[in-house]
């Protein structure tokens, strides 16, 4: 597939460029700083894009089939955090505007703008949205482990017991690409870990 990934500079971003690579995906990264990306493949494109403008992002989403976003937004003690609901307006418009429906998008549960950002989403009936949600992120590469799923916050254990507190940020890339070709988790929010 030939997909968007927003958010490529980033921790999660950077595992996740690189398996997509890996499994044949065609990358465009979109950056606001391209040279901070250090992955270098004959299919990967790093482009310098401004994620809350629509009129910057259409023309690098054109003949795309999918964006992952992998943005982050650090929350502040002066200000509160929009780039969530910001920057998903700006990619919503521009994937009309250029006929693709298929976003996956990570969040968490900890900060209102994400959970604006995925009311917005429940209000967009136009596209295939999936929007994943891993517990604490730890710097590590994908295992070989079961992945495990729930909708809603976390995944719980038979008591109703969030199962784990981390997970590999490479583990939460492998599922985020496996959802390009599953209709399992579409218009949802997904809780996941792994076993
Ligand atoms: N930390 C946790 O334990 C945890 C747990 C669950 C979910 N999450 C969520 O998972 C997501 C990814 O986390 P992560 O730690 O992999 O993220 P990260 O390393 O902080 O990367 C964030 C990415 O967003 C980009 N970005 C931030 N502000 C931007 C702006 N104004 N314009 C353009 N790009 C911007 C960054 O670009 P630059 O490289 O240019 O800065 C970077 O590529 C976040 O939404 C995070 O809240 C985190």
């Not at 009129?55 to 002066?78: N, R």
């Not at 008591?159 to 579409?186: C, E, H, K, Y």
């Amino acid at each position: 597939m030939r997909i968007v990934v927003l958010g490529a500079t980033g921790q999660t971003g950077q595992y996740l460029v690189n398996q997509a690579l890996h499994q044949g995906h065609v990358v465009t990264a979109v950056a606001r700083n391209p040279g901070k990306m250090t992955v270098m493949h004959d299919k990967l494109q790093v482009v310098e894009g401004n994620i809350f403008s629509e009129e910057s992002l259409k023309p690098l989403f054109k003949d795309h089939d999918a964006v992952i976003s992998c943005l982050g937004f650090p929350a502040s003690a002066f200000s509160g955090v929009t780039g969530y609901t910001q920057s998903m307006k700006a990619v919503i418009g521009a994937m009309r505007e250029t006929k693709m429906n298929r976003l996956i998008a990570m969040t968490s549960c900890v900060l209102t703008n994400m959970y604006e950002m995925e009311n917005f989403l429940k209000d967009t009936d136009d596209i295939n949205w999936t929007v994943v949600r891993p517990p604490g992120l730890k710097n590590e590469s994908a295992t070989a482990k079961e992945i495990l799923t729930h909708e809603g916050y976390f995944v719980p254990d038979e008591r109703g017991s969030p199962i784990g507190q981390t997970i590999a940020r490479g583990d939460v890339a492998r599922f985020m690409l496996s959802l390009l070709n599953s209709n399992a988790w579409v218009k949802k929010g997904v809780a996941m870990i792994t076993k």
